[in-house]
């Protein structure tokens, strides 16, 4: 049985992107309109494994399996069925009359809802699917694209408020070029896509807005802008920051980097995040080039460390130690990564953060003693606070700490 099928008629549209880069606000504006309908996030792609999805489309008994495996995606701890009002039962029932197609399973939560709303057009918001787009343009080859981007600075800083990101802004830029790097194989080959600015959405609401409308087949609706509206659909999904923040359209964070407090550390996120700046034409404000093909000691006192990333990693601290080292004339980079390279030349020593949690350290400490006696890592210990001091003295007996990095 296929996973996909030609859906040509299908009306489908996807709102991708990096986090933290506005697709919420997009999604709030185009939930106005009269014929689009815009649930959560659905996950799908980025979540349900190609081998569930065969063995739900081969089961004798379709598609029991497959309305289970939907009711499976989770997104912040709650299942997605429940955020969009339905149940397995009402999977089963879209599904049973349909197809055993990968394409349809993903259709029974929106068309659902789109039916349930009135409406006639369905997009998809989920940033991740991102990284996901060869499967959907498979199973939907007309759809429509809309690629979500902002400056980077902006988004670095913000990503410290998402519950699974870290509280360093240096880290946070580090995964965000990763992540840029990674969509790239599949952006690069979707040719009929529509880039939009959160900054010009924020500044240019309507313009903007009457462009994603063409390119969706409708016409912008004035009703649109109403803020009124906006708020109940915002509050809706239980966002109330995000509605306080569409109350007024608040243009403050349109380059909030460039604030007092921002800008110093916005300058040294530009070395991490310059090809996602060059490639959407953000001005940088230093004249920085990418920090991660320099060697790792560089001119001028530069460091740059590759920090070892667990699940409950968060690097608290570690911006205001990096700011700290700027009165010593050392300029330090750090670059995370959860899977260490064994086959990369000239690889730059390794920091580890000791953490809060007990477990979290141990998986930490697996991780450094491998890369040091297994790959013949440079490894150094950082600690924000004196808590866990077995946690540091263990440390101490294998590695260094950071500071010796700058002896």
């Not at 306080?244 to 991490?272: G, M, P, R, Y």
């Not at 006192?301 to 070892?308: Q, T």
């Not at 990693?313 to 750090?334: A, P, Q, R």
Request: charged share 20%; glycine share 2%; hydrophobic share 35%.
């Amino acid at each position: 049985m296929s996973t996909t099928r030609n859906n040509q008629l299908q009306p489908a549209a996807f709102i991708v992107g990096m986090p933290r880069s506005g697709s919420n606000l997009l999604a709030s504006f185009l939930d106005t309109h009269s014929l689009v309908a815009c649930g959560k996030e659905t996950c799908f792609y980025s979540e349900l494994k190609q081998e569930q999805i065969l063995e739900a489309l081969s089961d004798p008994q379709w598609p029991k399996k497959a309305a289970n495996l939907i009711s499976t995606i989770t997104l912040n701890k709650r299942r997605v069925i429940d955020l969009y009002g339905l149940t397995p039962s009402h999977l089963y029932s879209f599904l049973s009359c349909r197809e055993p197609t990968r394409a349809n399973m993903f259709l029974a939560l929106h068309k659902l809802h789109t039916q349930e709303q009135e409406k006639s057009i369905w997009v998809d918001k989920t940033p991740n699917h991102i990284l996901h787009l060869d499967k959907i343009k498979q199973d939907f080859p007309n759809a429509k694209i809309i690629l979500m981007t902002r400056d980077p600075r902006d988004i670095a800083i913000s990503m410290k408020h998402l519950p699974w990101a870290y509280q360093s802004a240096f880290v946070n830029a580090s995964l965000l070029s990763g992540m840029h790097k990674n969509s790239n194989q599949f952006i690069d080959n979707v040719h009929d896509k529509l880039v939009v600015k959160f900054e010009q959405l924020v500044l240019r609401p309507k313009q903007i807005l009457s462009e994603v409308c063409d390119y969706l087949g409708v016409k912008f609706e004035s009703n649109m802008l109403d803020s009124h509206t906006l708020q109940n659909i915002v509050e809706s999904h239980n966002n109330q920051n995000e509605a306080d923040f569409i109350e007024h359209l608040d243009t403050s964070f349109v380059n909030k980097w460039q604030c007092s407090n921002n800008i110093e550390l916005a300058k040294k996120l530009e070395s991490s995040c310059v090809g996602y700046m060059d490639e959407f034409d953000y001005t940088t404000k230093a004249n920085n080039t990418s920090v991660l093909n320099k060697p790792y000691i560089g001119q001028n006192n530069s460091f740059c460390l590759e920090a070892i990333s667990v699940d409950e990693s968060k690097f608290k601290g570690l911006d205001k130690y990096i700011f700290g080292l700027e009165t010593k004339n050392v300029s330090l980079h750090t670059h995370v990564t959860s899977k260490l390279d064994s086959k990369v030349s000239n690889a730059p020593p390794i920091i580890i953060f000791i953490e809060p949690k007990f477990k979290t350290n141990l998986k930490i400490l697996f991780k450094a003693l491998s890369a040091k006696y297994k790959m013949g890592r440079e490894v150094y210990y950082f600690q924000q606070q004196p808590k866990n001091g077995w946690c540091k003295t263990l440390f101490s007996f294998f590695f260094k700490p950071i500071e010796a990095v700058f002896d």
